[in-house]
Structures are given as structure tokens and as C-alpha cells.
């Protein structure tokens, strides 16, 4: 079943290691489907030899409805995100190098750019310390994610959601150019951010940014 979907969540997968985002069989990457089953990767294999009969599909209280492997281990937090988060349909987990070094020295990541507010719709919080593969994982996500599509978890990664896998990639992938050039900004002296109404404004506009069918 859901052989489109499963797909699509290895295509991501895929696309985020492509960018360094993960490395080996670290994150995961889930989306939820329109009857409120999830699919999820499995945990601790290869995204590169990844099948879709890997992806596990799973209800909405974490029972397997088919699939064979071990969920990833973050499956306990990602189903408290998709409960309590009703308007997020896509996560994705990762340990990119860039944003999690921002959440070491700062409570958060400013909206330094407008590329970061495109995808984030701004400034994107740290939450405290949580385990992985604990429930407190997503208690945290929930907690400090402020209506953003991202949250740096101190110590341990990145989390981003949105509506669709495309909008949980896009906040992935250039959340993680943002937070380089924070990084190196801040190598020199405290940067500059942008306004609430430029970053707001830069979200907006984002909305229109692709080909209408």
C-alpha cells in the first residue's frame, strides 16, 4: 500500500543527504497520510539502498500495519508531534552540522536572511536538552517550535515540520545555509537581523515562489 508515498519519503530522505544533512543511517523522515496512518523510515538502515516496502506504515498510536524492520527509534516523539500538531503532516529529524552548532552557543537562530524566513517563517527557537528516541523529544519539539517550521534541539539536531514533505525539506535544507552564514557573521561580530515586518514580509512572499499548474 502507498507505494507513491513511501517513495516520495525515501526521495527525501535521499535529497537531504544529498545536501549533508545526514550522514549514514542517521534521522529519520515521516509523513502523515490523509486517513491519519503514518509512514516512517526504519531505524538504522541505509536511506541509498532504501526499498519502499522498508518504509513502515504505522496508525496514529504506533501499531505496525506493515513493514518488517524496527521504526526509527524517534517514532515515540514523532507521533506526539503529529497529535498535537494537527496542522503537520511531514517531519523530518536530521543532525546537520551548522544549525545544531547555533543551539550550542544560542538560544536561538535569528532571522539573518530571507531565505530563512521563507522556509522557517523566521527566527527558529533552541529547545533544552531532550534524549533521543525518548517521548520528552517531541514534548520539547512541541513546546518551544512557536508556529515555526523548525526547532533546534540543544545537543542533539534539528526537527522540521510542514504541511507537506516539501515544506519540511525546504525548512531543512536552507535552514542549514542560514545557519552558516549566521555562523560565520558571528565569527566576525553579532549580526545584523532582519525586522519582524521583513521577515514576515519575506515569508509571504515565499508562498508565490514556483510554477502554477
Known amino acids: 500500500m502507498y507505494e507513491t508515498q513511501k517513495k516520495a519519503v525515501i526521495e527525501t530522505a535521499l535529497k537531504i543527504r544529498e545536501y549533508g544533512l545526514i550522514a549514514l543511517a542517521g534521522g529519520n523522515v515521516s509523513m502523515r497520510l490523509p486517513d491519519g496512518d503514518i509512514l516512517v523510515t526504519p531505524s538504522g538502515t541505509y536511506y541509498e539502498t532504501m526499498r519502499e516496502s522498508d518504509v ?24 506526539y508531534i503529529y497529535k498535537n500538531m494537527p496542522e503537520v503532516n511531514a ?4 543532525h546537520q552540522t551548522n544549525a545544531t ?12 536572511t530571507t531565505t530563512l524566513s521563507n522556509v522557517t517563517l523566521g527566527e527558529v527557537n533552541v529547545a533544552p536538552y531532550s534524549s ?14 512557536n508556529g515555526k517550521r523548525a526547532i533546534i534541539l540543544k545537543h542533539h539536531g534539528v526537527v522540521t ?31 545584523d537581523v532582519l525586522t519582524a515586518e521583513q521577515s514576515d514580509n519575506a515569508a509571504e512572499i515565499f508562498k508565490d515562489v514556483g510554477q502554477s499548474k
Do not use: F, W
Open 132 to 145: 533521543p528516541a525518548s517521548l520528552n523529544m517531541g514534548i520539547e519539539t512541541v513546546k518551544h517550535i
Open 101 to 112: 552548532a547555533v543551539g550550542l552557543i544560542s538560544d536561538k537562530l535569528p532571522a539573518v
Open 161 to 191: 515540520v510542514g504541511g507537506n514533505l516539501k515544506e519540511a525539506m525546504y525548512a531543512a535544507i536552507y535552514m542549514e545555509e542560514s545557519a552558516k552564514a549566521y555562523l560565520l557573521a558571528k565569527a566576525c561580530k553579532e549580526p
Open 56 to 79: 513502515l506504515l504505522m496508525d496514529s498510536e504506533g501499531n505496525i500495519k506493515e513493514g518488517d524492520l524496527k521504526p526509527s527509534v524517534d517514532t515515540i516523539a514523532l507521533l
Open 91 to 94: 517531519i523530518i529529524h536530521t
